[in-house]
């Protein structure tokens, strides 16, 4: 029987891959760790605990004592906070990964998921169809510290046969939980402001074109890539993954065509140049050959699904 932890468990993916977890390999089965004190009330269907991904000792202690079958490690700070304190974001996001890395070289983790982004690429990467190999000069911590993770996760597999996986995620799009402080985020709060009523400012362009995902893709992804058999996951760096690219104009006329009188003003901000640096579409073909990744949502879709639920 699987054990798992989800590590970071409380922010937008990681509260959606637990009640996801729970479902498939059940609630009890399934632990949710985060630094809040007490657990959030979304997550109170099974078992969570107080959980610093920093405090080496603890986590190691915790992690040996239960044993653990597989850690999903989503601690981490995102791109724009990041920037604001790019000191901490360098020590949490590199920090954590060792200490769940040796775990796995040490043999008390069996798997291990630690999640990438597109931030890995740079101002210098092709911006439409990104290949999976191409140039990656990140010009963000958080990029550059994604971009470290994956040199390090490929290297503990090739070195120490560590079963590590990744997804290099796009911007996620989801009604259940807010997202946490990265760039994308506008397309998350233009749906609250779309449903309420009021008037939207958009803090990117409105012809900046970003890959997205609706959340329920992006748990599936990570689940179907984790259960995946060892042989046909062939990547250990992190995997390319994509479903759409729309611009903040396009995402406003998907939501206009349900709520006629929705507005909306553009006002970049310093995330623009972050925007800027990413790409505008993903070639994944690698994740479909190898695992048999397919998404299910287009923007249509994903708008009726965010705001029939808001």
Known sequence: MKKILVLGSCGQIGTELVLALREKFGSQNVVAADLKDECPENLSNGPYIQLDALNKEGVRAYIIEQKFSDVY?????????????????????????FIILDLAKEGHISKIFWPSSIAVFGPTTPRFNTPQYTVMEPSTVYGIS?????????????????DVRSIRYP??????????????????DIYYKAKA???????????????????????????????????KVKIRSSYNLSALSFTPKQIFESIQKAIPSFTINYEPDFRQAIADSWPASIDDSYARENWGWKESYDLDKTTNEMLNNL
């Open 73 to 97: 490690l989503l601690a981490a700070l995102l791109s724009a906070t990041a920037e604001k304190n790019p000191d901490f974001a360098w020590k949490l996001n590199m920090e954590s990964l």
């Open 146 to 162: 994604k971009q470290a993770g994956e040199r390090w996760c490929e290297y503990y597999f090739n070195k120490f046969g560590v």
């Open 171 to 188: 911007g996620l799009i989801s009604y259940k939980s807010l997202p946490g402080g990265g760039t994308t985020d506008y397309a998350v």
């Open 197 to 231: 009523g009021e008037h939207f400012t958009c803090f990117l362009k409105e012809d900046t074109a970003l890959p997205m995902m609706f959340m329920d893709d992006a748990i599936r992804a990570t689940i179907e890539l984790m259960e995946a058999p060892a042989e």
